[in-house]
């Protein structure tokens, strides 16, 4: 499957931002997905996870609260809403398709697929 992110790329800190992202097929259906990024000199960092059905989903406790996934398995696309961005939230975000079980959903190497991936810069 191929993973296309998308969405605005620069905002103020306390704005927010929605991610998109768009599959090639219908395949994703069958699994969960995530969001993971990586903020420059840094490893990737899990932000979060969202089960095939979606009535499931898990975050990193540092994006709780303000940030919000979502997917519409009719359009197959998932979607990261982030509100209240803080200028920590710079990094390129990349969506995947995990293959693991729901509790290793927030460990990368249990991902198959991956976007290219979007630039999100939080100005402070």
């Known amino acids: 499957v191929q993973l296309v992110e998308s969405g605005e790329r620069l905002v103020e800190a306390g704005g927010s931002l929605r991610l998109s992202c768009a599959a090639s097929?219908?395949?994703?259906?069958?699994?969960?997905m995530g969001w993971f990024r990586q903020a420059p000199g840094k490893e990737r960092e899990f932000v979060a996870a969202?089960?095939?059905?979606?009535?499931?989903?898990a975050y990193v406790d540092s994006v709780k609260g303000r940030f919000t996934i979502s997917r519409d398995n009719a359009e197959k696309s998932i979607f990261l809403q982030m509100n209240n961005l803080k200028p920590d939230g710079t990094a390129v975000y990349y969506c995947a398709r995990g293959t693991g079980t729901w509790g290793q959903s927030s460990a990368g190497k249990n991902y198959d697929s991956w976007g290219q991936g979007t630039q999100v810069t939080v100005s402070s």
């Open positions: 969202i089960r095939r059905a979606g009535g499931h989903t």
């Open positions: 097929d219908a395949t994703i259906t069958e699994y969960h």
